[in-house]
């Protein structure tokens, strides 16, 4: 059972439509994490918050919109995306992003973009 | 240029032998390892980590060793069960000197263990 839960499992979307991803952690972590996953490949880092201020945007495109509600959820918008985007989409969690200690990760929604 | 190379895409190995999934680093900056498991359609699970002032760290049928001369470290399981088969990646981090840096993981491309019966 993974520690970090990811809403929806799957997202089927058109190009035009706007939609959210869902995590959420009871961890008490103050770090949180979007990662995008194409297959057969390591994970790249999208975004990271820290203690709910957004910290790293590693030059993610404007259609992808992250949001950190509050200290235990984090949200991803989409909106506009393209084909190319249809991707795993991994949420993870640290106890602080500064320190030695591991990212846990969600099971991630798996994006498929028509 | 790859940071983090696991130079071995797959790996097969008999049930109740021992599994050896190595990893290769370049940046000597690197303090902190880790290995996570993945199984297809889920998250990756941490599995172990090492700091750089280790040179070995165990949890039952897991043990990272990490020759930092070498850069080099390798995941041992023993015994190997089948449960064991995923892709395994190993990841690295180097400090962050300043409040705007994350400590970001540099990820390997993985290796896909088969563990057979």
């Known amino acids: 059972d993974t520690e970090v839960t990811q809403t929806p499992k799957h997202l089927v979307m058109g190009m035009t439509n706007k939609k959210s991803l869902k995590c959420e952690q009871h961890m008490g972590h103050r770090a949180m994490y979007w990662y995008k996953q194409k297959a057969k490949k390591p994970p790249e880092l999208m975004f990271v918050?820290?203690?709910?201020?957004?910290?790293i945007n590693e030059s993610v495109p404007s259609r992808f919109s992250p949001e950190c509600p509050n200290s235990s959820l984090l949200n991803l918008h989409l909106h506009a995306l393209q084909p190319e985007d249809s991707a795993l989409y991994l949420c993870?969690?640290?106890?602080?992003?500064?320190?030695?200690?591991?990212?846990?990760f969600g099971d991630g929604t798996r994006l498929s973009i028509l | 240029d790859q940071q983090v190379k696991q130079n071995s895409p797959s790996l097969s190995v008999q049930e109740g032998r021992i599994s050896i999934l190595n990893c290769d680093y370049t940046?000597?900056?690197?303090?902190?390892f880790l290995w996570y498991k993945k199984y297809p359609a889920e998250g990756p699970t941490f599995l172990i980590s090492?700091?750089?002032i280790k040179d070995k760290n165990e949890d039952g049928r897991f043990t990272v060793f990490l020759n930092k001369s070498a850069k080099h470290l390798s995941l041992h399981i023993v015994p190997s069960q089948p449960g064991d088969s995923a892709v395994y990646f190993c990841?690295?981090?180097?400090?962050?000197?300043?409040?705007?840096?994350?400590?970001?993981?540099?990820w390997g491309l993985g290796t896909s263990l088969a563990v057979n019966p």
């Open positions: 090492i700091s750089s």
């Open positions: 990841a690295a981090s180097e400090p962050s000197y300043n409040a705007g840096n994350n400590r970001k993981l540099i």
């Open positions: 918050y820290s203690y709910e201020k957004l910290s």
């Open positions: 940046n000597s900056m690197f303090d902190y």
């Open positions: 993870a969690s640290s106890q602080d992003r500064q320190r030695n200690q591991p990212q846990h």
